[in-house]
């Protein structure tokens, strides 16, 4: 498999593990924006509003037109005086857990959101790149898909103290256009 960003690699793992129902993209989910900004510098504590147990419920394109609805959970804190967020992921209908791991690299002022597959306990490199502007984070990397180049972009946003989301796209046109394939709505438990 190459090098992947890590939500895709989770995207993969649960599309092989997928067997629920079907929903469709609601239309709050839409639009996608077409262009990334440039990346701001990143602080410690960017991260702090994951900090808690949430409920989580997933929106998985299966196939164009075909959603694959599904409920997570997780466990999230700030570690290093905010500059690492751990986030434990956890999929109990599908047996299925994984890791993000958000670092800042604090001479750099970037961030990197890394991910690791409970089944592989692999770390996957390097880091999709990215920071907050205006309460939005958007992290965007090049990719491959079988051979053919991608941009793959993760976004977190409407962020609230008890809910949030995040979202993956894929361009196929170096960022002219984006298909939206994943979309996690956060509620706090609590």
Do not use: Y
Not at 12 to 35: E, F, I, K
Not at 113 to 137: E, H, I, T, Y
Not at 150 to 169: F, K, L, M, N
């Amino acid at each position: 498999m190459p090098n992947l960003p890590q939500r895709r690699t989770l995207l993969q793992a649960v599309t092989a593990l997928a067997a629920g129902g079907h929903a469709a993209l609601p239309a709050n989910a839409a639009p996608l924006p077409t262009t990334a900004p440039a990346i701001p510098p990143g602080q410690p504590g960017d991260f702090h509003f994951l900090h808690g147990e949430w409920r989580i419920a997933h929106r998985r394109l299966k196939a164009p037109g075909e959603w694959d609805a599904f409920r997570g959970e997780a466990t999230c804190w700030s570690l290093l005086g905010g500059v690492g967020s751990v986030e434990e992921l956890r999929i109990p209908d599908r047996g299925f857990a994984g890791m993000g791991l958000r670092l800042l690299d604090v001479k750099e002022r970037v961030w990197r959101d890394f991910w690791v597959n409970a089944k592989s306990g692999v770390l996957s490199p390097p880091g999709m790149p990215g920071g907050f502007v205006d309460g939005v984070g958007t992290f965007e990397a090049d990719d491959d898909d079988n051979g053919q180049p991608i941009r793959v972009r993760g976004v977190w946003d409407r962020i609230t103290p008890t809910s949030c989301r995040w979202h993956q796209a894929v361009s196929r046109d170096g960022g002219q256009t984006w298909e939206g394939n994943w979309f996690m709505d956060w509620t706090r438990v609590g």
